[in-house]
């Protein structure tokens, strides 16, 4: 199985930079991936990373250490529509993706 | 880019009535969708995978007979939540991954179904 674990809540103001962490305890590891999930909605693709490295998407970037079952999320020029569930999700040999809690952001004037 | 359609988007309904949810991948065809169920400030629960022309698996602690789930196509899965209680309520979601696809293609998820069970 998956254990996954990252913050419950982060607070950051319009234009900061905020981290989230995530880090995993895998039986199969086959990527992971970065979700932003609004409030009654599905969550929606971020990010993926499954090589080590950091992958940069615009205001967005992931970071992968498979050694260390570390990852992180980086959102850069915050705005208020970034205030959001970020969602951490491991891909296993199966292509099932196990969740973490999610690390809720909120993004303040 | 790659779209499903997840039906009804909302559902509300008396205790003891089965409810179906549908998923559709619209521009893809998927030999595996994956249903997941979320309670209110939780995450995602994988519930079960669903493959294309056999029997799906159910992650552990899921009954097999109280949410059936059916994939009759490459573009289609159902969800009935069979005989269905409050307990039930929750937000279900649909993904489905591209049968033609990269490594790094993420899942797809449809835009989820509210079910409140009264």
């Known amino acids: 199985g998956q254990n996954i674990d990252q913050p419950t809540e982060m607070t950051a103001t319009e234009g900061a930079i905020v981290q989230i962490n995530c880090t995993y305890q895998?039986?199969?590891?086959?990527?992971l991936f970065w979700y932003q999930q609004h409030a009654g909605e599905a969550p929606t693709f971020l990010s993926y990373n499954v090589l080590d490295g950091l992958e940069e998407k615009g205001r967005f970037s992931s970071f992968l250490s498979r050694s260390k079952g570390y990852s992180y999320l980086l959102l850069k020029e915050l705005q208020m529509k970034d205030s959001a569930s970020y969602l951490c999700a491991v891909r296993d040999g199966d292509y099932k993706l196990s969740f973490g809690a999610g690390t809720t952001v909120t993004v303040r004037a | 880019g790659a779209v499903v359609s997840q039906h009804p988007s909302w559902v509300i309904c008396k205790s003891g009535t089965s409810v179906k949810i549908e998923c559709r991948s619209l521009?893809?065809?998927?030999?595996?969708m994956f249903w997941y169920r979320q309670f209110p400030k939780q995450s995602l629960m994988l519930m079960a995978t669903s493959n294309e022309g056999s029997k799906a698996t159910y992650e552990q602690g899921v009954e097999k007979d109280k949410f059936l789930i059916n994939h009759a196509s490459l573009t289609l899965s159902t969800l009935t939540v069979t005989s269905a209680h409050p307990e039930d309520s929750s937000f279900y979601i649909c993904?489905?991954?591209?049968?033609?696809?990269?490594?790094?293609?993420?899942?797809?998820f449809g835009d989820g179904t509210r079910l409140s069970i009264l």
């Open positions: 993904s489905a991954r591209d049968l033609v696809g990269k490594g790094n293609q993420p899942q797809h």
């Open positions: 895998t039986s199969g590891f086959n990527g």
């Open positions: 521009d893809f065809q998927a030999t595996t």
